[in-house]
């Protein structure tokens, strides 16, 4: 998202003299959070104020995300009433393409029902008609889960049984389903989970040896190499998946190769980043979590390395399919509000064909024009000059 965002101001035909500022909040995978933090961009204070728009910097135009359905979901509801844009780049719930429940929600990727299809006509196509399903413990997962299975039912299929899952299950009952799936009769089991629920799921499946199962994963399952250990991996060694597709991003690879310290001096995420990249800490760390992790062989970061060498062990550069669908996101957006700032009098799509006002874009009118396409919140302000307020560009975890 930095990179498409860089890459829009630096751009002299879209959106000239119009510089796109950003805040970035992490939910946690935490309804709550992404709740929460959504409030907070719309209100413009660290402690939401609902109902309220108390920025100093530009209006916000957009908020693209949430990454996981189950998140995109009470987000839309919120910004549904209010009628922020909320463009998702991962979402594949199909409820939320309903916009009597979600008017204001958009996606750069098909749902649910493009996927199932696939699915059911792998399972056909490998003629497996007896077959599990693991679904995560969400709305989600639950309506995605039972669309999958009516579609595999509907193509000759019968599912065996329907185990649900959680990040927050205890390891005892996980436990339980592990030892169920290895003495079941059904040699293929699809998973319909985000990754971060089947993590002690998939542990549990190689400390019990299960490897007489063959594995299907739905695009709902980001392959996430910092997040599994090398058990999981020998798991995952020859299962099938489903990705959306990806197409090219030019030079984002380069600048990938190029981050480093002295340029990104604002940005949190960025050091705690460079110290797992290179087993190094920072002069006057003292985050106890950050020590413990690193361990105490870990030496003093320099900056004097370059990832370039490291990139393909560092990012899932074989599998960009979420990566670029956020990029296409924020493209979309930018799209719309060039529309918007480019239009004339008399010539507009609003009412008596009148335009936006580009000083206080409302977000309704963003929205109309991104019919199609693209937490994050982005903020537009038209200067002159690239010159984002720092409360405008700042970013929180």
């Given at each position: 998202m930095v990179f498409a965002i860089q890459e829009i101001n630096q751009s002299t035909g879209l959106l000239p003299n119009i510089t796109l500022g950003f805040h970035i909040s992490d939910s946690c995978t935490s309804e709550n959070r992404a709740v929460k933090r959504t409030l907070e961009l719309l209100s413009g204070k660290s402690g939401p104020v609902p109902g309220y728009r108390c920025p100093t910097h530009p209006p916000l135009a957009s908020i693209i995300g949430e990454t996981f359905s189950a998140l995109s979901v009470p987000m839309a509801r919120i910004l549904g009433v209010l009628h922020y844009p909320q463009i998702s780049h991962s979402s594949l719930l199909s409820t939320l393409s309903d916009k009597r429940l979600f008017p204001s929600f958009l996606r750069t990727v098909p749902g649910h029902n493009f996927q199932n299809s696939a699915l059911a006509q792998l399972m056909g196509h490998f003629n497996w008609t007896w077959l599990g399903m693991i679904i995560s413990e969400s709305e989600s997962g639950l309506k995605g889960g039972q669309d999958m299975k009516m579609k595999i039912e509907e193509n000759g299929g019968c599912v065996a049984f329907m185990e649900k899952i959680h990040l927050l299950h205890p390891k005892e009952k996980v436990l339980r389903l592990v030892q169920m799936i290895k003495n079941h009769s059904a040699s293929v089991i699809i998973v319909h989970s985000e990754e971060v629920h089947v993590k002690l799921f998939l542990e549990t499946l190689h400390d019990l040896n299960v490897t007489n199962k063959v594995w299907v994963f739905s695009a709902s399952f980001l392959i996430?190499?910092?997040?599994?250990?090398?058990?999981?991996?020998?798991?995952?060694?020859?299962?099938?998946?489903?990705?959306?597709?990806?197409?090219?991003?030019?030079?984002?690879?380069?600048?990938?190769?190029?981050?480093?310290?002295?340029?990104?001096?604002?940005?949190?995420?960025?050091?705690?980043?460079?110290?797992?990249?290179?087993?190094?800490?920072?002069?006057?760390?003292?985050?106890?979590?950050?020590?413990?992790?690193?361990?105490?062989?870990?030496?003093?970061?320099?900056?004097?390395k370059a990832l370039e060498k490291q990139t393909i062990s560092l990012f899932e550069l074989n599998d960009l399919s979420f990566t670029y669908h956020a990029y296409e996101a924020v493209h979309a957006l930018a799209h719309a509000l060039h529309d918007l700032f480019s239009c004339t009098?008399?010539?507009?799509?609003?009412?008596?064909?009148t335009c936006a006002n580009i000083n206080d874009i409302l977000p309704w009118q963003g929205a109309e024009k991104s019919a199609k396409g693209f937490v994050h919140g982005f903020c537009a302000e038209a200067t002159g000059k690239i010159d984002i307020s720092e409360e405008c560009s700042s970013r929180m975890l």
């Open positions: 996430a190499s910092g997040l599994f250990g090398k058990q999981v991996w020998r798991i995952l060694n020859g299962t099938l998946g489903l990705a959306p597709y990806a197409g090219r991003m030019p030079g984002f690879e380069e600048f990938l190769h190029h981050l480093h310290p002295s340029t990104s001096e604002g940005d949190i995420f960025f050091k705690p980043f460079w110290s797992q990249a290179f087993h190094c800490r920072w002069p006057q760390t003292n985050n106890t979590k950050t020590m413990s992790t690193l361990g105490e062989d870990a030496g003093l970061c320099s900056g004097e009098d008399g010539q507009g799509p609003f009412v008596n064909r």
